[in-house]
């Protein structure tokens, strides 16, 4: 397959929020899940790989990977038979449980390198989180997704009083040209004011939204959208489409719901991100700018029809939320 040519450009299709609870047990301390991690890199490859009639390899060729050895590409093997085209996209993932506790117990928000406590925590959190990135990185290339990591800190993305002040789009937009999919996480990072800070994937996938212009976002998370109230709560609605505009809120679907109501929502003790509530503040300020954004469980098959865009033109049957932006119409009532 011929190198793309970096003169044409290639529009991202999807940004995806990989949440943390959807690629780790958040209850167990730096413990992967599995399962349902390599379920949402086969919906990824399902999603935007293009298909090949070539047999395509593993791109983890590390120790320890639990792959074949036998898929690698022999060494005289052409490459040319290697075939492999996908839709470009872009993927940020929680904590989960990497790097909140470090986060927190090393009170990593509330800035002051000077002290060596909080040195200390930073470094911790960014060693917890970047572990995470990796094998994050290793499942998708073990589905032959060609996925590399993006710390956000090594790439100078920086806060000031922990509002996002730098950022490095351009490098994101770079690595798809070149036919890669970055994968960025939340991160510690330096703030201009108080010394680091904690900068959340929610606020990156914001960023890049606005940036990249994607055909729609997708958040997914472990539950199956956003609620009136905290999922928990027996008498939890599922919101399945909301309409917003200037930081006002219009619930669609279901009717039945009051109007301007305002969504309920828990922030476990160890988040230092926000929890739901930054997600939806996020997510509705993505959908301000035209860009729909899709809430919805990962690893249903909910999630894969999101991954592929199907909720944007049918919602028949399908589970979950969508946040788009509101209608002149529906301003007016």
């Known amino acids: 397959?011929?190198?793309?040519?970096?003169?044409?450009?290639?529009?991202?299709?999807?940004?995806?929020?990989?949440?943390?609870?959807?690629?780790?047990?958040?209850?167990?301390?730096?413990?992967?899940?599995?399962?349902?991690?390599?379920?949402?890199?086969?919906?990824?490859?399902?999603?935007?790989?293009?298909?090949?009639?070539?047999?395509?390899?593993?791109?983890?060729?590390?120790r320890g990977s639990n792959c074949?050895?036998?898929?690698?590409?022999?060494?005289?093997?052409?490459?040319?038979e290697?075939?492999?085209?996908?839709?470009?996209?872009?993927?940020?993932h929680g904590a989960g449980s990497y790097g909140h506790f470090q986060a927190s117990k090393g009170r990593v928000n509330r800035g002051d390198l000077?002290?060596?406590?909080?040195?200390?925590?930073?470094?911790?959190?960014?060693?917890s989180v970047t572990k995470l990135n990796h094998e994050i990185v290793r499942a998708f290339a073990r589905e032959c997704i060609p996925a590399v990591g993006v710390s956000p800190f090594s790439a100078g993305w920086s806060t000031r009083n922990r509002m996002l002040d730098r950022e490095n789009t351009p490098h994101v937009q770079r690595l798809v040209q070149a036919g890669l999919l970055p994968v960025l996480h939340g991160?510690?990072?330096?703030?201009?004011?108080?010394?680091?800070?904690i900068l959340s994937g929610d606020v990156i996938v914001r960023q890049l939204a606005q940036t990249l212009k994607p055909s729609y976002v997708?958040?997914?998370t472990n539950v199956p959208g956003v609620y009136d109230r905290p999922p928990s709560d027996q008498n939890a609605v599922l919101l399945k489409e909301i309409a917003v505009a200037d930081g006002t809120w219009k619930i669609i679907d279901p009717p039945e719901i009051e109007r301007g109501m305002k969504v309920q929502t828990t922030v476990a003790a160890h988040d230092t991100t926000g929890g739901m509530e930054t997600k939806i503040a996020e997510a509705?300020?993505?959908?301000?700018?035209?860009?729909?954004?899709?809430?919805?469980?990962?690893?249903?098959?909910?999630?894969?029809?999101?991954?592929?865009?199907?909720?944007?033109?049918?919602?028949?049957?399908?589970?979950?939320?969508?946040?788009?932006?509101?209608?002149?119409?529906?301003?007016?009532?």
Not at 68 to 80: I, K, M, V, Y
């Open 68 to 80: 074949d050895q036998a898929s690698f590409l022999p060494e005289d093997s052409p490459t040319s």
């Open 187 to 197: 991160d510690a990072v330096l703030d201009s004011v108080q010394g680091c800070a």
């Open 114 to 127: 000077a002290e060596d406590y909080v040195k200390a925590g930073f470094v911790a959190t960014r060693i």
């Open 284 to 333: 509705a300020s993505i959908a301000s700018c035209g860009i729909p954004v899709l809430v919805v469980e990962t690893g249903s098959r909910h999630a894969l029809e999101a991954l592929k865009g199907s909720p944007l033109t049918s919602r028949e049957d399908w589970v979950g939320t969508l946040i788009r932006q509101a209608g002149s119409e529906e301003l007016e009532h």
């Open 1 to 62: 397959m011929a190198a793309p040519d970096n003169n044409i450009l290639r529009p991202v299709r999807c940004i995806i929020k990989l949440g943390g609870s959807s690629a780790t047990e958040k209850d167990k301390f730096e413990t992967i899940n599995e399962s349902l991690l390599s379920t949402t890199a086969k919906q990824l490859k399902e999603a935007f790989v293009i298909s090949s009639d070539k047999q395509q390899p593993t791109m983890d060729w590390s």
């Open 82 to 92: 290697f075939q492999l085209d996908f839709n470009p996209f872009v993927v940020v």
């Open 218 to 220: 997708v958040f997914l």
